[in-house]
């Protein structure tokens, strides 16, 4: 049975949908609702174009005001920097196009495919390596599920699907279930792994229909949320994520490590604690991708070495997550 607890009465009066559709997507009312400066737009706007701003009041609601440095702030403002570009900054830095084996589903690694199941998200992080990802020609459409189902017949060794996107929890309660449900049919896979910002960005999203959904599965579930700053793990956040835990899901994070945002040892400790206590373990600390536009996001492989060995000497080992890269053409992701 799901195990709702209390969160009819705490969730607001709004759908998450709502909450979605009323997200930000223009830089000056988002300037205006953190009280900061319209200076230096023209480069931010520029910047919108390619990739447009969005990002939830519920994420917003946790940055602070007059903070133009804000770490939250600093991964969904459009800025002037995004415009530089630079030869090792590509469009497809890991090679996902290469490793599509049928469009929206990506077979890169053994035993598990990557299925895109949307390229809506309920935000945009500046420094997403899918910003510049081809998402029309490339989203498993509803018609195409028994696409999916065929190639897991024919590859018999793969026993997880990964829903990634975009964020699959942006699909409504019932496309949700649809899509779920139906690839969980598939006797030969053991484990269905779920990457989403949603929890985070909108944790009125844990619904009690996803709940359901998740928890009636004969699949074993695993729901690995991107959070990069402890700010990001609010009480709502917390209380969501003990509602996944308590219905069998296993909760994991991983990290995009940021200049400016989180490249120190202490912001990494605080937030692998503030993970534990929601329930959550630290999977991965990734380098950046070297995606075009977010070349101001980097930081040196040195500095990397030296922040995850400072974390080695704080925390149990289970709370220092793997620093790992992905390149193209790998097996798997490169342990640094
Ligand atoms: C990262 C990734 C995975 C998952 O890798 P794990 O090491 O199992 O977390 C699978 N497929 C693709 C295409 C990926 O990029
Ligand atoms: S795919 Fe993930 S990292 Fe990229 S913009 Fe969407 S939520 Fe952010």
């Known amino acids: 049975m799901v195990n709702m607890e209390n969160i009819e009465k705490t969730s607001p009066v709004p759908s998450w949908q709502q909450e979605l559709q009323s997200a930000f997507t223009d830089i000056p009312s988002l300037l205006a609702a953190l009280e900061l400066g319209k200076d230096k737009l023209n480069g931010s706007q520029l910047a919108n174009n390619t990739f447009p701003l969005l990002v939830t009041n519920s994420y917003v609601q946790r940055m602070k005001k007059g903070d133009r440095n804000d770490p939250l702030l600093r991964q969904v403002l459009p800025v002037a920097e995004e415009l530089s570009t630079h030869p090792l900054f590509l469009c497809d830095p890991v090679g996902d196009s290469q490793a599509s084996a049928l469009p929206g589903l ?29 998402y029309a020609n490339n989203s498993t459409q509803r018609s195409k599920l028994g696409v999916v189902t065929q190639y897991l017949s024919e590859n018999p060794d793969v026993t997880e699907l990964i829903l990634s996107g975009g964020d699959p929890l942006t699909l409504s309660d019932s496309k949700f279930n ?153 097996p798997h992701k490169i342990i640094l």
């Open 106 to 134: 990506i077979h890169k690694y053994h035993g598990r495919v990557l299925v895109i199941t949307t390229g809506a998200c309920a935000i945009h992080c500046r420094y997403c390596f899918r910003r510049e990802f081809p």
């Open 178 to 330: 649809h899509l779920f449900t139906r690839l969980s049919t598939s006797p030969q896979i053991k484990r269905i792994r779920i990457h989403t910002r949603l929890p985070i960005v909108l944790p009125s999203r844990v619904t009690k229909g996803l709940l359901n959904t998740l928890c009636s599965s004969t699949k074993k579930v695993v729901v690995v949320i991107h959070a990069n700053h402890p700010n990001e793990l609010s009480d709502e956040v917390a209380d969501v994520l003990r509602l996944l835990k308590n219905n069998n899901v296993t909760l994991l994070n991983q990290t995009v490590l940021l200049r400016g945002i989180n490249d120190n040892a202490k912001t990494l400790i605080a937030l692998s604690e503030r993970l534990f206590e929601c329930h959550t373990l630290p999977y991965y600390l990734h380098l950046l991708d070297k995606v075009n536009g977010a070349m101001h996001f980097d930081s040196s492989l040195k500095k990397a070495y030296k922040i995850h060995a400072q974390m080695q000497k704080k925390l149990p080992g289970y709370l220092v997550p793997k620093l790992v890269c992905e390149e193209a053409g790998q």
